[in-house]
């Protein structure tokens, strides 16, 4: 094993262990064979002068930006020219050598390096103006912070989330509406996230497939070294093969044998000429460079008989349509089941029992269905949830018809509102995952928030729960006992109410003093005319306690927490009544929300947008041009930084 890969494996595997140790409360190995392992990678970083992306030897801190700057690339990013002709593509090498490689389906990046250091990423965009996303590039799963390599670097890849982490990460999203629709839509919406602890969450990779430029290195003419170079310096390059006419075809057999296997999406191959100055030298049309070509999958498609619509409930309540057909023989692989969404694309296709449907992978890995061709339209819409047995009801919320149960006590839906209670703007209670909230729901140690606070009456049985010990039950109950202290706002943004999230919870808190008993009094009108709340908010709020269960429930959990007393001081005459906007990197403050809830206490309030109302736009990069600098500029709004709001806030 090389050096570089052996520096991946110990990145792994160390990580695990710290995953282990400081989330999940578990040892997978010894303090002495941690530090042995950490040392030998720290040596290993020093030999090759390379330090990978998530190596425990680094620090990489987050860092949340208002919104992703823009930036014109050096020359334009073309598509590529594509065919589904084998031969063509064995024609078009013209008795040249070429090199095939995957056509990954996810985000084009582009990163440069200066002095050995990862200085700048920038997607690919519209081809000629892309969005700079380096702090997150700097947390994907496997990027280079450093290289050995000094001298000015830019190279272009692949950002792609694998498919077992697009299933993983879509379970966790409960809003249907808010859910990915593939792994590029996924890692599209992780690359530009402005925060980028959700980016390293998302366990982003990337894959160099072209060297832009490294001047000073010689490549004797050939991208084959070239991917070499990239290689040795500790990019994954995608995986590529050296083909001529007479090996081409057997090289794409291959290629539509693995990708059955491949962990993360494609859509095609790309072929591209090895000799890099023949290549060049065939210039470009208006849209594609004449040096490379893609090569486009033939999707298979079958025909076969509709059995049935099978209704699969999920935690949050929605009830996903899936088809079941006769099995049919697709890229290689039986398959007799394909997801359709939701009720819209059920009638949509007008789907029948009995039906003549054609189905086809995408990307050659997931089922769908391609067409109806009898369009029968008697699918069923389940009437009752397959899980309890209650009423089903169809919503519809942007222009989508989604199907879900009604009973608010079904074990498939009630994870949903547990989920946001522990979640760490509402109770932050560590340690209780998703996967430990579904344990405790099935074995009946909770119906209501209230429980929560009494697990500790459940020992034997939560240690006996899979990944449960003594260790790890212990750490659990006292992230509970912590959670008792908990300020009003967020206990009401934890009840799950429609409409109200936990700035609306502070604003409607505020009016009344943080006094519950007015709060639970308070009347449709009153609750309306807080300034940022209105009709819609004011009704939720006063609908969810009017129902006496829902009252019950509230009493119940106040007798378990002690509610934090939120002193407001209004004294300072610079803060008190103003509306503040926090726009870009913060130095004094780990996050914005901790800023927000100084000014909060200080009387001020704190807005997501500038408007009119903006008194203060807070900004360390005062010359900015985001949109909320040019709308402060435009609106005669000051533009503080951060030293003088804390300064105004000490006053």
């Known amino acids: 094993m090389d050096k570089i890969e052996r520096m991946k494996e110990l990145t792994e595997l160390l990580k695990r262990a710290s995953k282990a140790y400081y989330q999940d409360a578990e040892e997978i190995m010894s303090n002495f064979e941690y530090d042995r392992l950490y040392d030998e990678l720290v040596e290993l970083e020093r030999e090759t002068g390379t330090v990978l992306?998530?190596?425990v030897t680094q620090s990489v801190g987050y860092e949340v930006l208002s919104e992703l700057p823009k930036e014109e690339h050096a020359s334009p990013m073309l598509s590529l020219d594509k065919t589904k002709s084998r031969e063509e593509l064995r024609d078009w090498l013209n008795h040249h050598k070429g090199i095939l490689s995957w056509k990954l389906d996810g985000l084009t990046i582009v990163l440069t390096y200066r002095n050995g250091e990862l200085i700048k990423a920038v997607t690919r965009g519209n081809g000629e103006v892309g969005e700079v996303i380096t702090n997150n590039a700097r947390v994907f799963a496997n990027v280079p912070l450093t290289i050995p390599y000094k001298d000015e670097l830019i190279l272009r890849g692949e950002a792609v989330i694998s498919y077992a982490d697009f299933e993983r990460i879509n379970a966790s999203i409960p809003d249907v509406t808010s859910r990915y629709k593939n792994p590029r839509n996924l890692c599209s919406g992780s690359v530009r996230q402005l925060n980028n602890?959700?980016?390293?969450?998302?366990?982003?990779?990337f894959y160099a497939f072209a060297l832009v430029s490294a001047d000073t290195h010689d490549f004797h003419n050939s991208r084959l070294e070239q991917f070499a170079f990239l290689s040795s310096l500790g990019f994954d390059v995608v995986e590529h093969y050296a083909v001529e006419e007479d090996n081409i075809l057997d090289r794409i057999r291959y290629f539509s044998e693995a990708i059955a296997d491949n962990p993360v999406p494609s859509d095609g191959l790309v072929l591209i000429y090895d000799d890099i100055a023949y290549g060049n030298s065939l210039g470009r049309t208006a849209k594609f460079p004449r040096d490379a070509i893609a090569f486009k999958w033939a999707d298979e498609i079958m025909e076969t008989t509709l059995k049935e619509i099978e209704w699969s409930p999920s935690r949050t309540g929605l009830i996903n349509p899936v088809a079941v057909f006769e099995p049919v023989e697709l890229e290689g692989t039986t398959v007799s089941r394909a997801s359709v969404h939701n009720v819209s694309i059920?009638?949509?296709?007008?789907l029948g029992i009995g039906d003549t449907i054609t189905v086809f992978k995408a990307n050659m890995i997931i089922p769908q269905i391609a067409d109806n061709l009898t369009r029968s339209g008697n699918a069923p819409i389940a009437d009752v949830c397959p899980a309890c047995g209650e009423k089903t009801t169809i919503e519809s919320e942007n222009g989508v018809e989604t199907l879900h149960c009604t009973n608010p006590d079904c074990s498939a839906k009630k994870i949903k509102s547990f989920t946001l209670f522990v979640s760490r703007d509402a109770f932050n209670i560590d340690g209780i995952s998703e996967s430990t909230l579904e344990k405790l729901i099935a074995r009946g140690l909770i119906h209501e928030f209230a429980d929560l606070f009494h697990l500790s009456a459940h020992k034997d049985v939560i240690c006996s729960m899979e990944g449960f010990g003594e260790r790890s039950y212990e750490n659990l109950i006292e992230s509970v006992e912590r959670a008792r202290n908990v300020s009003l706002p967020k206990l009401i943004f934890a009840l799950g109410i429609p409409n109200i999230g936990l700035s609306n919870a502070k604003m409607i808190c505020r009016a009344f003093d943080f006094d519950t008993d007015r709060l639970l009094q308070a009347k449709r009108e009153e609750l309306a005319q807080i300034d940022g709340v209105g009709d819609v908010i004011a009704d939720s709020f006063v609908t969810y306690f009017a129902t006496e269960k829902k009252r019950e429930v509230f009493d119940r959990l106040l007798r378990e927490v002690h509610l934090e007393q939120v002193e407001i001081d209004a004294s300072n005459t610079a803060v008190a009544g103003k509306t503040f906007v926090i726009t870009g990197s913060l130095v004094h403050f780990e996050n914005r929300s901790d800023l927000k809830e100084l000014i909060e206490s200080r009387g001020?309030?704190?807005?997501?947008?500038?408007?009119?109302?903006?008194?203060?736009?807070?900004?360390?990069?005062?010359g900015s041009t985001s949109s909320k600098n040019k709308k402060a500029a435009e609106l005669?709004?000051?533009i503080i930084t951060e030293d003088e709001a804390m300064r105004m806030l000490e006053g």
């Open 53 to 55: 992306a998530g190596s």
């Open 197 to 205: 602890e959700i980016t390293a969450k998302r366990n982003v990779h």
């Open 346 to 350: 059920v009638r949509s296709l007008q």
């Open 604 to 622: 001020g309030k704190v807005a997501g947008s500038v408007s009119k109302n903006t008194d203060y736009l807070i900004n360390n990069d005062a």
């Open 636 to 638: 005669n709004i000051p």
